[in-house]
C-alpha cells in the first residue's frame, strides 16, 4: 500500500536551506531571470541533481494559493469604516472578493469572513497579511482556509 502525500506549513527559517535554494533557483526560471536549470541552480549554490530532486516537492506558499481561492479571517474594531478601509486595501492588490461575512460585534470586536479568488494577485500573499494586519482598526488578519 503506498504511503499517503502530506503536505505542512513550514516557516522558512526552520527549512534546511536546499529547499530554500531550490525554490529561488524555480523562481528565477518562472520570470526569465535565468533560461537553463543549470544556470538557476548554479545562481543559488545548489547542484542540478538537487534542484530535479526537489524541484517538485517544493512551493511557495503563495505559489500554492495563487489562482485559487482563500479565506481570511479578520478581527476588527467596531468602529465606523473600519471595514470599508479594509476591503479597500484587499481590493487594491488585485483578489477578486467573492464573500463577506461580518459576526455581531462582541466587546468592542468584529470578526469578518472573507472569501476572495487570487488569480489576479499582483503581489504576494504574505504582502497583502501584512498590508491588511497594519490598516487602522485591523486587530489581527489571517489566512483560515485556502
Known amino acids: 500500500m503506498a504511503a499517503q502525500t502530506k503536505y505542512f506549513i513550514v516557516e522558512a527559517s526552520a527549512m534546511p536551506e536546499v529547499f530554500l535554494k531550490v525554490a529561488e533557483a524555480k523562481r528565477l526560471l518562472d520570470t526569465g531571470e535565468e533560461t537553463t536549470v543549470n544556470r538557476a541552480a548554479r545562481a543559488v549554490g545548489i547542484s542540478r541533481s538537487a534542484f530535479y530532486k526537489y524541484k517538485d516537492a517544493v512551493h511557495p506558499f503563495n505559489d500554492m494559493l495563487h489562482g485559487r481561492i482563500v479565506t481570511f479571517q479578520i ?59 497594519a490598516a487602522p482598526g485591523v486587530i489581527k488578519c489571517e489566512i483560515l482556509a485556502g
Open 75 to 133: 478581527l476588527l474594531k467596531d468602529e465606523p469604516g473600519i471595514l470599508s478601509n479594509t476591503l479597500n486595501v484587499f481590493a487594491g492588490t488585485g483578489v477578486n472578493i467573492l464573500t463577506i461575512n461580518q459576526n455581531i460585534p462582541v466587546n468592542g470586536c468584529a470578526v469578518v469572513t472573507m472569501t476572495a479568488e487570487t488569480s489576479a494577485l499582483r503581489r504576494s500573499l504574505e504582502e497583502v497579511l501584512l498590508d491588511a494586519g
